[in-house]
């Protein structure tokens, strides 16, 4: 179903800019277990926020699901009459995140949309995940796309994002690259593979501080952000409406 990440083991004299088409698709599940210190942590962690704050009869949504791995784990922990609706840009990820629904057919129904989570209708949610993919959207519409999601959900309702982040001290910020780049080492990236997605994502993947995002998550109209999970420069917030 999925390969070994080998898209930038060669040099790349014309470095094209990252997308998530077919190529990325099929090696995505390696991809972002071998970049994203704790991202196993970060699913497993939804299931329990869901347990925490999904409401029966509600709708929970994925923004940017890829491959499903928030749908899968918020349909398992998810309460009866729910519904989900996972959203994402790439047809290639959804055909894939299809077949991963497949394998599980028992839980609660599954909408997948493609389509810009910009463009999508919050309405009876009690359960958002944004799994690193905000800082794939212009950082002038994030603050729009958060406060509609805050008003198409119930109080009680919750949000997790999780990002990249940048540090504004330049010391930290180069302490925390470099250790994220050993644990990319220690996953078996070499560094001509560092270098060359690092340089496939700039401009792609656009990083903002902690404070930024818990500031904007306050504007956006949540009565509560904290953030829950951190490993090196990759954070989860869990923000409560």
Known sequence: MTGKDTLFDTPQPDMQAFQFDERVASVFSDMINRSVPGYAMTLEMIGVITRAHAQPGSRLYDLGCSLGGSTLAMRRAAPEGCEIIAVDTS???LERCRINIDREPEGVPVTL???DIRHTTFENATLVTLNFTLQFIPEADRLPLLTRIADGMHEGGALVLSEKIHF??????????ELHHGFK???????????????????????ETLETH??????AGFSHAACWFQCFNF????AVK
């Open 185 to 207: 080492r220690a996953r078996g990236y070499s560094d001509l593979e560092i270098a060359q997605k690092r340089a496939a994502l700039e401009n792609v993947l656009i990083p």
């Open 214 to 219: 818990l500031t904007r998550l306050r504007q």
């Open 168 to 177: 504004d001290d330049p010391v930290t910020q180069a302490q925390l690259t």
């Open 113 to 115: 949309l493609e389509q």
């Open 235 to 238: 954070i989860s917030v869990l």
């Open 91 to 93: 047809a290639p990820m």
